[in-house]
């Protein structure tokens, strides 16, 4: 049986994305780097339908996987303010890419959440 990892929180901020949060998970997902990723490519989600003519707003917290080269390995969900955010957010951050973090010069594979926010007055 395998220990659940140790998470470490380390904060950065990350432009218009807000706050990122790196951690470790195992041997080969590093918690404290020299160079955070930084977003390059991050197409925004579809806003629901239903709830944007409700007026809903709402925020979905997205842990992200992002490997060594700024793909997204591994996409879920931490958080969420309403349920129907969260499969927006998810088939958005599929198609986001990330110049990667790097520890040592070297490019590393690194855990992040990352809050997308849906606001109606953005619409």
Known sequence: M???PRIFAVSLLCG???LLTAAHADDTIYT???DNPVPIKTPPPKYPDSLKR???SGVVAVILVIDEKGSIQEASISKSSH???EKPALDAVKNWKFKPAKKDGNPVKVRVTVPLRFNVSDE
């Open 2 to 4: 395998r220990l659940l």
């Open 16 to 18: 218009a994305l807000g």
């Open 83 to 85: 349920h129907d955010f």
């Open 32 to 34: 404290k780097v020299d």
């Open 54 to 56: 409700d007026g809903i």
